[in-house]
């Protein structure tokens, strides 16, 4: 069965960095986008980032580009973001998603078009 578990979280202090993981199983990794989200307290889950199944297209929520990068090695079935320069307001719950259906990404910011999540990891960013 498809399996997504993250990894990484913990405590930065602002201004810091921490790299997330999602390992993947159950399924062609390669042919799938992948997203991203977050959930921060007392708020919704929401779209952080998501790359296609080759790597090729990237796609950031305006207030982490330039801060987090989204990056897929296909051959380990993992997805990974690196976030530097972190601040507080990333404080959250990091969960990563399979978008629904093979060799499409259209759609990739709306969470109803994910069909797999995994369990989330803790981020918590102190200033």
């Known amino acids: 069965q498809v399996q997504l578990v993250e990894s990484g979280g913990g405590l930065v202090q602002a201004g810091g960095s921490l790299r997330l993981s999602c390992a993947s199983s159950g399924f062609t990794f390669s042919s799938y986008a992948m997203g991203w989200f977050r959930q921060g307290p007392g708020k919704e889950r929401e779209f952080v980032t998501a790359?296609?199944?080759?790597?090729?297209?990237?796609d950031y929520v305006d207030y982490v580009k330039g801060r987090f990068t989204i990056s897929r090695d296909n051959a380990q079935n993992t997805v990974y973001l690196q976030m530097n320069s972190v601040k507080p307001e990333d404080t959250a719950v990091y969960y990563c998603a399979r978008k629904m259906g093979a060799y499409t990404f259209i759609n990739h910011r709306d969470l109803s078009k994910y069909d797999y999540w995994g369990q989330g990891t803790q981020v918590t960013v102190s200033s």
């Open positions: 790359i296609t199944g080759s790597g090729g297209i990237t």
